[in-house]
């Protein structure tokens, strides 16, 4: 069992910037960040792979929002700058040992509790 740990949430204004952190208690292949609006399902962000450091990135944030990873650390890192209004949401840290696409909720095996973020216009 791995438990993932996210912190870094906040309220900020439009234009602002804020770093999400996640630190897993045990090794996996793969971590992703994903979000939920209020009414809205769960949307995928980002996600690394934690021994190439491959990424992707949502066309949705591409270009505002970076991941990465410190492998000592044991920590996932999502930096989103230029935030928007619609960025407003409780984003959540996932992590998986299993091969796939990295896109999809079910992909995932192990979740944490998720963090708010609120961005003011």
């Known amino acids: 069992q791995v438990q993932l740990v996210e912190s870094g949430g906040g309220l900020v204004q439009a234009g602002g910037s804020l770093r999400l952190s996640c630190a897993a208690s045990?090794?996996?292949?793969?971590a992703g960040w994903f979000r939920q609006a209020p009414g809205k399902e769960r949307e995928f962000v980002a996600r690394?792979?934690?021994?190439?450091?491959?990424?992707y990135i949502s066309d949705s944030v591409k270009g505002r929002f970076t991941i990465s990873r410190d492998n000592a650390k044991n920590t996932v890192y999502l930096q989103m700058n230029s935030l928007k209004p619609e960025d407003t949401a409780v984003y959540y840290c996932?992590?998986?040992?299993?091969?796939?696409?990295?896109?999809?909720?079910?992909?995932?095996?192990?979740w944490g509790q998720g963090t708010q973020v609120t961005v003011s216009s």
């Open positions: 996932a992590a998986t040992r299993k091969s796939g696409s990295y896109y999809n909720t079910y992909e995932y095996d192990y």
């Open positions: 045990g090794r996996t292949s793969t």
């Open positions: 690394v792979s934690w021994s190439a450091g491959s990424t």
